[in-house]
């Protein structure tokens, strides 16, 4: 996948270090360099390949600065309920379990919580059975969000 540019606070500045983008912030709306951090895709996680060393200022990071980072997307991980539709190489929906068992460990997983929901996942490896306390059949997943093309 082809790297991205774009600004992060310097304390985060790291190579190799990883992050999600969430959701661009109502404070940067008046900020004249705004489009460099806002060109990465919402609920995507990154990883640092290159820091650059140009600082600029900033109202949001503690710094009070940020740099300019290459990133490149990762692979995301799911919990999914195992099928015959979930295949390495297929694509799928994400759909949230709607679980209700507040101590599950993997909970935000399950209920897909800052992944989206209803989005094309292509599978790239399917790993190890989670134990699910209301018993269904979950697998961890790996895999990438696909682009709707219209």
């Known amino acids: 996948m082809a790297g991205k540019i774009t600004l992060i606070g310097l304390d985060q500045a790291v190579v190799g270090g990883t992050f999600r983008y969430v959701t661009p912030l109502q404070t940067c709306s008046e900020c004249k360099i705004k489009n460099v951090c806002f060109n990465l895709e919402q609920g995507k996680t990154y990883r640092i390949k290159e820091v650059r060393m140009k600082e600029q200022p900033c109202n949001v990071f503690n710094t009070g600065k940020v740099t300019a980072v ?18 390495e190489g ?26 989206r929901n209803d989005g094309k996942v292509k599978i790239s490896s399917i790993g190890q059975k989670v134990e699910c306390p209301k018993g269904y059949n979950m697998r961890k997943i790996s895999g990438s969000y696909i682009s709707e093309k219209k």
């Open 70 to 87: 290459s990133v490149e997307e990762l692979p995301e991980e799911f919990i999914m309920e195992y099928d015959r539709r979930v295949q």
């Open 90 to 115: 297929s694509v799928t929906a994400t759909r949230s379990m709607k679980c209700d068992y507040i101590t599950c460990q993997y909970i935000e997983k399950c209920n897909l919580i800052h992944h």
